[in-house]
């Protein structure tokens, strides 16, 4: 792949690969530094060596094991996981395709980003298109999830001192200042003053960063999504001016969002500082910067299925926090199923796998039997996508002992893998979109 942005031509060594598949080290000779430099590592220190991870501090979610490193060191190869997206070093691009991509497009990935993100149709992973334009399009296309996120909690308030040159002194009086400016003597005084503002330096820099998409052109179009949290930032920074955008970068660079609360503030701080520092497609700059933007494939197809049978089931959040459970009494054994059934007379307990049937095995079993023992559940499901040519299975519960050689199964008792299927075959986007639906329909006829 040539990459031509500027006056000399760039040519990009460029290997692509799929999640939850495996492959000879020697196939990744041409990204070898890369290969390098992120095998064995898992999301949480990629992210902190400036790589940007979606959803934001993923080492929150329960399913963030081996499974979620980028590359898994297994003897002489190399196993992806449940992780899509781009990364770049020096000039090696590695791109991670979701398993259901063909020889083209990848319309499985582009179709869990418009279903969980709304996002625009921009999904390209054909190895002639200039990857680096990609990265910082992901990045403007997240600003709306990450800004709607962050505005739950309100507008962000902070101290700030503030300077004025009046004859209604409140603060500390600025002897220098008041020397220069008021000399002669006219009644005013130069004060400063601590107040607790709405108008600081993380609001200033969303506002830049609000501007500097407007002017993209689909950039208004992006913003709709969110027009009513636009209007609060826009009517929170009356102290906003063009000209100060460095500055405020330089600010929000030195303090950062740390408290807890404000979590949701920190994340977009560092969205917009990505955005705004690399507005030239410039994602990374230098041979030594590992940079890129990546997707957790399984949180993408959880809020997937929870788009889908939200109406029959709950579904607990432990990134938020929400729908906690308990195993014990006392407030002991915290947990976090994935779907509750919101029918209590027949409990239903599903867990959503961003995984291979054949790889959803004994620690699978045995948390998901867990979670159905203390909800009084019966049945049970894994939902994963799969192939077109793959089919579920009902796995029934053991009873007896093989010490008594009366081992049997039970009835009454089972866990069933139950995929929804993944077209393989179509030639565009809209086709792929029609046959989901079909799939989606057959999915759901278990659950009603």
């Not at 500390?172 to 400063?192: L, M, Q």
């Not at 299975?393 to 089972?414: C, F, H, K, Q």
């Not at 929804?420 to 799939?439: C, E, H, N, Q, R």
């Amino acid at each position: 792949m040539a990459i031509s942005d500027s006056p000399e031509v760039m040519y990009m060594k460029l290997l692509r690969i799929k999640d939850n598949s495996q492959q000879k080290k020697d196939a990744f000779s041409q990204v070898a530094k890369l290969a390098g430099k992120i095998a064995d590592k898992t999301l949480e220190q990629l992210e902190r060596e400036g790589v940007f991870v979606f959803p934001e501090t993923v080492k929150d979610a329960e399913d963030i094991t081996q499974d979620q490193m980028i590359l898994q060191s297994i003897n002489d190869t190399f196993r992806s996981g449940n992780v899509m997206g781009f990364l770049g070093y020096g000039d090696e691009r590695l791109v991670i395709a979701s398993r259901f991509c063909g020889e083209g497009e990848d319309y499985f990935f582009q179709y869990l980003l418009d279903k969980v993100l709304d996002f625009p149709n921009i999904v390209d992973l054909n190895s002639d298109a200039n990857q680096d334009n990609r990265l910082f399009n992901f990045l403007l296309f997240l600003f709306p999830y990450y800004l709607k996120a962050a505005m739950r909690k309100g507008l962000f308030k902070k101290y700030i001192r503030r300077r004025y040159n009046d004859g209604n002194v409140k603060g500390t009086i600025d002897v220098a200042r008041h020397i220069e400016e008021n000399t002669p003597f006219v009644g005013n005084v130069a004060y400063s003053q601590r107040e607790f503002s709405y108008d600081n330096s993380l609001m200033e820099l969303v506002r830049h960063t609000i501007e500097f998409i407007k002017r993209k052109p689909y950039g208004n179009k992006l913003l709709t999504k969110v027009k009513d949290e636009v209007k609060l930032v826009i009517d929170a920074t009356p102290g906003y001016e063009p000209y100060n955008r460095q500055k405020i970068i330089e600010q929000n660079k030195k303090n950062t969002v740390r408290h807890a609360y404000y979590r949701e503030y920190h994340a977009l701080q560092r969205l917009c500082l990505l955005i705004l520092r690399h507005q030239k497609h410039q994602i990374g700059t230098g041979t030594r910067q590992i940079y890129g933007i990546l997707f957790d494939g399984a949180w993408l197809w959880e809020e997937y299925i929870n788009s889908l049978i939200d109406d029959v089931f709950y579904h607990p959040m432990n990134k938020g926090g929400k729908g906690a459970q308990r195993l014990f009494e006392g407030n002991v054994g915290l947990i976090y199923p994935d779907f509750i059934s919101r029918n209590s007379e027949k409990r239903v307990i599903a867990d959503a796998k961003y995984k291979p049937i054949d790889n959803i095995g004994n620690r699978d079993y045995l948390q998901v039997l867990a979670y159905m023992f203390r909800f009084d559940a019966q049945t049970g499901y894994y939902l994963y996508p799969e192939a077109e040519n793959s089919e579920g299975l009902r796995l029934r519960m053991n009873r007896g002992s093989t010490y008594e050689a009366n081992v049997i199964p039970r009835e009454d008792i089972s866990i069933t893998k139950h995929g929804l299927k993944i077209p393989m075959d179509a030639t565009d986007y809209a086709g792929f979109v029609s046959m989901m639906k079909v799939s989606e329909q057959e999915f759901m006829s278990a659950f009603c």
